[in-house]
């Protein structure tokens, strides 16, 4: 289990990160985990999937509403609209592609939560391959836009900064929690055995 690649770039709407890991476990179980984001990004302070809608290739649609905490002291919490579309693909491995629902992507933005700023999760996903003799390669793309413009100017520099840090730093425990799901399902099948 290993994180091969993490890129981070400044020079677009937001800030953006490409990662690249190979984990012991089936595409299936890896796709449950990234879903459940509170159990790995520590930033999430819940997430609610409102509506599931089936699509007819055997995939799904959701709606779902999240918060984050406040990413500085000098900023106020985040929340985000997001459809989130999962699909399985010919050869086994898993989409998972999600985007904000704004007015500018045609769609309605929700309601607004008080004392939260409207954030955009940009086009963002994972794409989950399963490897020969098991276990998966994961490749994640996250881009979002969290409103910098409601920060004080002078902390904008910091405050991407601070962003990445933990946005790295959730990835790598998104490694940990699959590793440590691997171990666990590996001691269930010895203990099976015996």
């Given at each position: 289990?290993?994180?091969?690649?993490?890129?981070?770039?400044h020079?677009?709407?937001?800030?953006?990160?490409?990662?690249?890991?190979?984990?012991?476990?089936e595409?299936?179980?890896?796709?449950?985990?990234?879903?459940d984001r509170?159990?790995?990004?520590?930033?999430?302070?819940?997430?609610?999937?409102?509506?599931?809608?089936?699509?007819?290739?055997?995939?799904?649609i959701?709606?779902?509403y999240?918060?984050?905490?406040?990413?500085?002291?000098?900023?106020?919490?985040?929340?985000?609209?997001?459809l989130?579309?999962?699909?399985?693909l010919e050869?086994?491995?898993?989409?998972?592609?999600?985007?904000?629902?704004?007015?500018?992507?045609g769609?309605?933005?929700g309601?607004?939560?008080?004392?939260?700023?409207?954030a955009?999760v940009?086009?963002?996903?994972?794409?989950?391959?399963?490897?020969e003799?098991?276990?998966?390669m994961?490749?994640?793309?996250d881009?979002?836009?969290?409103?910098?413009?409601?920060?004080?100017?002078?902390?904008?520099?910091?405050?991407?900064?601070?962003?990445?840090?933990?946005?790295?730093l959730?990835?790598?425990?998104?490694?940990?929690?699959?590793?440590?799901?691997?171990?666990?399902?590996?001691?269930?099948?010895?203990?099976?055995?015996?």
């Amino acid at each position: 289990d290993s994180i091969g690649i993490i890129a981070v770039s400044h020079n677009c709407s937001g800030v953006a990160a490409r990662a690249c890991g190979l984990v012991s476990l089936e595409p299936t179980k890896v796709a449950e985990i990234l879903k459940d984001r509170p159990s790995w990004y520590r930033d999430c302070r819940c997430v609610d999937v409102l509506q599931i809608i089936p699509t007819g290739n055997g995939g799904t649609i959701e709606l779902i509403y999240m918060q984050t905490y406040a990413p500085t002291t000098l900023a106020a919490p985040r929340d985000f609209w997001i459809l989130r579309y999962t699909s399985g693909l010919e050869d086994g491995s898993l989409v998972i592609c999600e985007r904000s629902l704004t007015q500018a992507t045609g769609g309605p933005s929700g309601p607004n939560a008080p004392n939260f700023v409207r954030a955009e999760v940009l086009p963002s996903g994972y794409l989950i391959r399963p490897c020969e003799g098991g276990g998966s390669m994961i490749h994640i793309v996250d881009h979002v836009d969290l409103d910098v413009s409601k920060i004080i100017l002078d902390q904008i520099c910091n405050f991407h900064n601070m962003y990445l840090y933990l946005r790295i730093l959730s990835l790598c425990r998104l490694g940990v929690c699959l590793r440590s799901l691997d171990h666990f399902m590996s001691l269930q099948r010895f203990l099976r055995r015996r």
